[in-house]
């Protein structure tokens, strides 16, 4: 029996293996569902090949049916971006929170500081950055647009330091929520209700631009929130929530990066507010010292009208060496820069030594007259 059918399926042209796995697989109900036709195999088949796919032309659609499909794909894929939207946009309405802190307290913490900066570090000048802007130009209601293109050619980095009570009145909490969502007169308000709260301590810090320059804004940005952190008077916290993904080092209490955590921890909306009010005033200070650069309306940031200032007037003393396009200006390079200061610290030092020489040559000069005497 077991000749013949060796014997039938040479015959027919397949060897007697590949018959005998023809009828494993056919009989797969898999394979029965699918619908696969199962090819003959000539030769012993290669272990774990499985069926081979089928070589049936189908048939080629319409352009019109092709043209109804992609509009149909783009349609659908648009309303998943809006849904997606809406969820983030419900999410952000909801406003931050107080459950990171309230678990921090039930650990037996018993003051939770928020800490924030206000810098943007991601590519600048990019084009989504000044359509933007020419939208929100006009609107003194609506918040500002987020700042992509983020860093701003001109502008010290700013950061802000804020505790809590853990039962402030409702008035306090009453819209809170990420300064990037609220217009300035919201974080105006909030500012002086956080500000002037009682049981509320808080604290902010300003890098001047040539830091910056010297050891980049990232380095600059966690410099100042350490010493935001540190211009509060010692126990006033016991834990900070920082924004971001990034711990400052040298805080002499635990820590947590929370990213957008602006948007999530009251604490650190809080110290956001801070210190982009504290920005916004830096700026209009700046505006009137700096009329030319119009500080007021991009607040620093590489918009078209601020690039074309940078051209025509020359950077001013606040523009940031390290970004283009002042550093193309300015042919700025951070070993110069060093230089500079090296040379200017050993000025100081001289002058500062010939004027200790000159006070002892005075303090002798007085002990002589004195023993003169």
């Known amino acids: 029996m077991r000749r013949s059918k060796r014997l039938r399926h040479q015959a027919d042209g397949d060897s007697w293996e590949g018959g005998q796995q023809k009828e494993e697989i056919e009989s797969d109900p898999k394979i029965r569902k699918q619908g696969q036709s199962y090819p003959q195999i000539r030769g012993r088949s290669k272990r774990g090949k499985g069926p081979r796919p089928s070589t049936d032309e189908e048939e080629p659609q319409a352009p019109s049916e092709i043209l109804v499909q992609k509009e149909q794909a783009q ?51 990019s084009r989504c950055c000044s359509l933007l802007w020419s939208l929100f130009a006009s609107s003194t209601s609506a918040p500002p647009p987020p700042p992509f293109g983020g860093g701003p050619l001109a502008r010290p980095p700013r950061a802000a330091c ?50 910056i320059d010297r050891i980049n804004i990232l380095q600059a940005a966690l410099r100042a929130m350490r010493e935001a952190a540190m211009q509060l008077p010692k126990g006033s916290f016991d834990y900070l929530l920082v924004d971001g993904n990034k711990v400052p080092e040298g805080l002499h209490v635990p820590a947590e990066a929370v990213v957008k955590g602006d948007s999530k921890s009251s604490c650190i909306a809080a110290a956001s507010i801070i210190a982009k009010v504290t920005r916004d005033r830096i700026m209009y200070e700046l505006d009137a010292q700096y009329p030319a650069f119009n500080f007021r309306q991009h607040k620093g940031y590489g918009v078209p009208e601020h690039t074309a200032a940078i051209r025509a007037h020359g950077p001013c003393a606040i523009h940031r060496r390290s970004f283009q396009p002042v550093r193309g200006i300015t042919g700025w390079t951070r ?32 002990i002589l007259q004195l023993e003169a005497a």
């Open 335 to 366: 070993a110069g820069q060093l230089a500079e200061e090296a040379a200017a610290a050993a000025g100081d030092k001289k002058i500062a030594n010939l004027a200790e020489e000159k006070a002892q040559a005075a303090a002798s000069a007085a």
């Open 162 to 211: 804020c505790v809590l009570p853990q039962n402030p009145p409702e008035s306090l909490l009453k819209g809170l929520n990420d300064s990037k969502l609220l217009n300035e007169a919201q974080r105006d308000d909030l500012y002086a209700r956080i500000t002037t709260s009682e049981g509320v301590l808080w604290a902010a810090q300003v890098i001047d631009s040539a830091t």
């Open 75 to 125: 349609a659908k894929g648009k309303r998943n971006v809006q849904a997606q939207g809406k969820q983030k946009y419900k999410n952000h309405q909801d406003g931050p929170t107080r459950q990171r802190e309230e678990a921090l307290w039930a650990k037996g913490y018993k003051a939770i500081g928020g800490l924030d900066e206000a810098v943007k570090r991601a590519k600048q000048g």
